[in-house]
């Protein structure tokens, strides 16, 4: 993969970012193995700007382990001082990852038709929220789908 190119602006102002940044690769005597690699690509889809640490001492070697990683990766380098190496790539957004979310047990509204005791009037839509341990019975109400759990406090209290 091509290094991405980036302008002066948009690298200082990634540097500026990247400074509360903590290092999230630390790189060893091994020097850049696949593993490491695989480590610094995983960072860079979730994150997108990371800090790598490369403990060693040989500056030569460092740049050399900082261009193979913008160069394997597809990656921009931000900036390289000392031992930290501060990579970046756009993170790619997955509407896989929409799914999954709108799936789990958060809090949803759903419309539910309120019955009232005159019959000659029309059912009113209602929007009721419904958490996670929570659904919809027939006629509207809204029934836990497991018993909260008390306390042992509360059941030796009564």
Known sequence: MPILELSSAERSALRSDAHALKPIVLIGADGLTPAVVKEVNNGLKSHGLIKVRVFGDDRE????????LCEELGAAPIQHIGKLLV???????????????SKNGGPKVVM???FTRNPQRRP??????VLGNQRVA?????K???PRQVSAKKRQLG
């Open 87 to 101: 990579l970046f790539r756009p993170k790619v957004e997955k509407e896989t990852e929409d799914k999954r979310r």
């Open 112 to 114: 539910v038709k309120k």
């Open 144 to 146: 836990r789908a497991k």
């Open 61 to 68: 070697a460092r740049v050399a382990i900082y261009n193979q």
């Open 138 to 142: 027939a006629g509207g109400q809204v």
């Open 124 to 129: 009113k839509p209602v929007a009721t929220t």
